[in-house]
């Protein structure tokens, strides 16, 4: 069955700072019409960063959507037409001070595919060299090393709940038990 | 450091049949003001669904913000005042028709901390009774069954792209690989 959503008319609600919200009325495959909420997001980056000792770097920030401090891998959004490598070394360097030896893609993550946009560049980055921290001018946010098989444990038993921290770093984890 | 973002106004943008959209001017750590753009979501919740056969249940279903069927473990949105676990039973029986003999809590994840609200509850279901899907009424989907060990190499692989399947499928496979 052809499940194609054809789109009838869109309506822009919002055009921010990071999200856009468009309202766009859609016709479904049994031919009657609903609507679709959209909010778009330019898209991110994530970076599981191994130090030399074997440790996950991680920050911690205020989340204001939350009201309190989330524990999460290196993160932030892409810039306009940036390439998503760049954009993650970019990051990681900025909120970490880091500069990796080998980097490696893991694939993509779309976060909530049902009225969310957000497409999500994960990598690999190891051989850390650590510098100082430059984080953007409004971001404040403090910088963690964990040993990498407690942090698979802290994920796996719920301590740590950033999807994109859970999947970085249990795909890293399942990448190493299958000796890849 | 307080590194706490103290609320000075929200404007109410939007507020529609999933998402709610509100900007909100905050005072930051060092006295500075700023935007926080915020799409608030009911939250949902996710099923790792396991046969008999020790197969994953997966569901295809065209996914409008992306234009593309994608496929994902089971899941939905929270109805108003539903407690997550019965909205997990709801929603597997609702998508695959199971009812499972053991259900699990896997814990939560929290999806886009920057500017999105969504809490997901994670949940296991093994031992499932199959019988007739029931979706909604505007809900088109397609049921798979995987076998586990297949299913965590396409997530590791990054065949398949979905947070919550990548997420849910590898703490089901860590929480094995370590006898828990």
Redesign the interface.
Known sequence: ?D???KKLSSKL??D????R?H??T?E???G?Q??????D?PGGVAIVALDRDGCVLTVK??????SR??E?IPAG?LEPGEDPREAALRELKEETGAVPERFTE?????????????V?HLYLAEGLDVGAQSPDE?E???VYRTPFDEM??R????EL????T??GI??V???R??G?
């Open positions: 069955m499940m194609t959503e609600i919002y921010g700072k990071i999200l919200l309202v766009d859609v479904l495959p049994n009657k609903s609507i679709r909420e959209v909010a997001h920030q205020y989340r204001y959507v939350f401090v989330v999460e959004k893991l694939g993509a993550l779309i976060v909530s595919p049902g009225a969310y946009g957000e999500l409004d404040f946010l403090d698979v444990r994920v796996t038993d719920g709940t950033d999807a994109k859970v999947a249990l795909k984890y399942a990448l038990q299958r890849q």
